[in-house]
């Protein structure tokens, strides 16, 4: 089982929560999402409960039955602390005239 910092462990936990909501606004039951899901109830309760030993495309397999696969598609997206390194580590080449 993956082991956590307590921040990242809270971060699990209220992604769990936010993918419990999303079931429960759409009023589907955990059986039929984990059958669109393709993975067994047990997991999906996992799921909504953040547990970091569910592998992540799990989770995927989930946001897709809720209609939310484009919200993973989210992560990372706006990168802007990687965007800044990016840019300070890029070489300008200087051309010669000849």
């Not at 409960?49 to 484009?70: E, R, T």
């Amino acid at each position: 089982m993956a082991v956590l910092l307590p921040g990242q462990k809270r971060i699990m936990e209220k992604v769990g929560e936010q993918i419990r909501m999303a079931r429960l606004r759409r009023k589907l039951p955990v059986e039929m999402v984990a059958e669109r899901a393709d993975i067994s109830r047990a997991t999906l309760w996992k799921i909504e409960k953040g547990d970091p030993s569910v592998a992540i495309g799990s989770y995927l397999k989930v946001l897709n039955a809720l209609g939310l696969q484009k919200d993973m598609e989210k992560l990372a997206a706006d990168d802007v602390l990687g965007r800044t390194l990016q840019d300070l580590g890029m070489e300008t080449k200087i051309y010669k005239k000849k």
